[in-house]
């Protein structure tokens, strides 16, 4: 819900939420592509959905189409494609605009170990820029890998806010906790 706010989808339901720059979210995958057209048309598709115009999506349709390694495939119809081929496809185009801002809701632990290496080589570009990537997950060891600070939420409030490490520690023992 909070990555739907910051990308201006849902309107907060008390306060105000101010987003200052380009955001690209990565959370509804489905939204931009047609199922039944091939991977090259809902590159463009997309990728004009998150703003591109059609001389940027031309300049960027080889690159795009290199980092999905979906090759071939990319002439297929995207109903056709495995759940993996479908993250690289949106994960490809919406890193490709290089926003100021990516929101991802666990998206980073989907796909094969080399495109995972991949993406998170794109991640670790991304944040040396200076860009903001909020990430929203359930694993500790991707939340480590990527963030250096976390905000734990439950039932909608910030439990916890401060280094990933001691963050993610600290929920691993209420986990277990309750569990007992």
């Known amino acids: 819900t909070l990555l ?7 309107p907060p339901t008390s306060g105000t939420a101010k987003t200052v720059g380009h955001v690209c979210p990565m959370f509804e995958f489905a939204t931009g592509f047609e199922m039944n057209r091939s991977g090259w048309e809902n590159i463009r598709i997309r990728a004009m959905l998150l703003g591109m115009n059609p001389q940027e999506i031309d300049a960027k349709m080889p690159e795009i189409a290199a980092f999905t390694e979906l090759g071939d495939r990319l002439n297929y ?4 494609y495995s759940a993996g081929m479908f993250i690289r496809l949106a994960f490809s185009v919406s890193t490709a605009l290089n926003p ?6 666990e998206v980073m632990g989907a796909g094969d170990m ?7 080589a794109r991640m670790r570009e991304f944040m040396e820029q200076g860009k903001v990537l909020v990430f929203s997950s359930h694993s500790m060891e991707l939340l480590r890998q990527y963030c250096g600070r ?7 409030e910030v439990r916890m806010d ?5 963050v993610t520690r600290l929920y691993a023992q209420s986990v277990v906790a309750r569990a007992a």
Do not use: C, H
């Not at 080399?114 to 998170?120: Q, V």
């Not at 401060?162 to 001691?166: H, I, P, R, S, Y």
């Open 162 to 166: 401060g280094d990933t490490n001691e």
């Open 100 to 105: 100021e801002i990516l929101l991802l809701d």
């Open 114 to 120: 080399g495109f995972t290496e991949k993406a998170g």
């Open 150 to 156: 976390t905000i734990w939420l439950e039932r909608g």
């Open 77 to 80: 119809p995207v109903r056709t």
């Open 4 to 10: 739907k706010v910051m990308a201006g989808i849902y």
